[in-house]
């Protein structure tokens, strides 16, 4: 490895060490313009009523976001792409993972295969309820 090489990696050791210790300074934090929420609801297999009991919404503001009669905020925008990226962790951090199992399922075939040649998975939520009622 060059010098210059092994200077850039330490350089970005550092940065990140100082932006974990609160030094922000420099750094942006990138909030997506648009969220595709149905998309989002949809593709956890969930309905308007449930995704906002899982996820501490409320149905109106999911219609509302839904229909664009009101603008979805930052701090739910950002929210909702951990959603949309890792549920699971979510219904964690919310306590509701006693609640919901969530599982995953091969998207369609429209899907990129991944670098070892599967398709990727999509979460999908279940209650525990109706999840235990087929078996598991």
Known sequence: MSKSAF???????????????????????????EIDLKGIRTSLGLSQPKFAEAFGFTVGRIRDWEQKRFAIDAPSRVLLTVIKNEPAAVLRALGRERDYAVTLRPTDAATPRTRTGGRKARPVLSTKASHAGKGG
């Not at 940065?15 to 750094?27: C, K, L, M, Q």
């Open 7 to 33: 200077d850039k990696i330490a350089a970005g050791m550092e940065a990140a060490i100082d932006y974990v210790d609160g030094d922000r300074e420099g750094f942006v934090t990138h909030i997506p313009d």
